[in-house]
């Protein structure tokens, strides 16, 4: 065994024992095929009023330039399926944002596993990504071997399904490199498309996402358009419809990351008592979580939107 491979099975054996549900490796490079993929999203203005999108379009393709020297992508999947779910008479959170705000746990880990890194092998210089940098996760998931795209745009891992987070760690080491996933599991299946009430999922594979509810909800600042009053079916934060539908969620097991349990309170809560929710209570309930994002404001003007 060569050391590239020594390293990276090294590495693989400590993400687990962080609790990472996969960890795959691929060699840093520019991603030449989501160029065009990429360009012609933006142009079709599929990332609505999220102007962020449209920057450092080149570091999004080459890990390189965010990196120097950068020779490995480590991409790593953690799940979060949860053990129970809310209340049905309920407006409902995406089941991501339960418990605390995933870049906050998953980064401590990351950092967890770079301290192994540097340890175990020497000065290494790299970052740590989690969903909050130009960086293409699903594509490096799909590159390192962890699984396929499906039509609704998330990475599907076959006997695992799809709720679970991505993260990276771009590093200037050179290691032993996965194959990418190349097989497309989806078939003819259209669950996920014939699901989204308003049809932001294309029949091309790709996302409109000036039309998913998780950019209303979340990423829209100003009133939500009411041409989509009533197609929301009680999601005031995000949106799990597509995943819930697909047939390879079934293999979904409960996360064992206590963090990422919800707060009490979130699963019993019933519409009357989100319609009377007062900020005191809402600090309560999101302390730690990712829904602190749209703030007490916006998650009052996603409740307003879902009763008029």
């Known amino acids: 065994m060569n050391l590239e491979q020594t390293y990276s099975n090294a590495i693989k054996q400590e993400a687990k024992r962080l609790g990472f549900e ?7 490079d520019f991603l030449e095929e989501e160029a065009t993929n990429l ?27 965010l990196v120097e020297g950068a020779k490995s992508v480590i991409t790593l ?31 401590s880990k990351l950092k967890e596993l770079s301290f192994f890194i540097q340890n175990e092998i020497g000065e290494v210089n790299g970052r740590a990504f989690v969903d909050s940098a130009p960086v293409l996760e699903r594509a490096w998931a799909q590159k390192s071997g962890l699984g396929w795209r499906g039509k609704h745009s998330l990475l599907i891992q076959k006997n695992k399904g799809s709720f679970f987070f ?26 996920c498309i014939d699901v989204c009430p308003t049809k932001a999922i294309l ?7 000036s039309k998913c509810i998780s950019y209303y909800t979340i990423e829209l600042k100003e009133e939500i358009p009411s041409s989509e009053k009533g ?26 990351e206590k963090k990422f349990n919800p707060h009490p309170d ?14 005191t209570a809402f600090k309560q309930v999101f302390k730690k979580s990712a829904v602190k994002r749209a703030k ?7 409740i307003s939107f879902l009763k008029s």
Not at 22 to 28: D, T
Not at 241 to 246: F, I, K, Y
Not at 266 to 279: F, P
Request: glycine content about 4%; overall charge negative; aromatic content about 16%.
């Open 166 to 191: 991505l993260a990276e760690l771009i590093l200037d080491l050179e290691l032993a490199y996965d194959n990418p996933f190349i097989t497309d599991h989806c078939g003819k299946c259209t669950k």
């Open 22 to 28: 996969s960890c795959g490796i691929a060699k840093a």
């Open 39 to 65: 360009e012609l999203w933006l142009k079709n203005d599929y990332h609505g009023k999220m102007s962020y999108m449209e920057n450092y379009f080149d570091k999004r393709l080459d890990p390189r330039l």
């Open 203 to 209: 029949p091309n594979n790709t996302v409109d996402g």
């Open 231 to 256: 197609k929301f079916e009680d999601w005031m934060f995000g949106c799990d419809l597509c995943q819930d539908v697909c047939p390879w969620n079934r293999f979904s097991k409960s996360h064992s």
């Open 296 to 302: 007490f404001s916006g998650l009052n003007r996603n």
């Open 77 to 107: 999947s953690f799940n979060y399926f949860p053990k129970e779910i809310q209340n049905k008479d309920s407006y409902k959170v995406a089941k991501y944002a339960y418990g605390e705000d995933y870049h906050h746990v998953l980064k």
């Open 266 to 279: 979130l699963l019993y809560m019933t519409k009357n008592d989100w319609n009377e929710i007062t900020e």
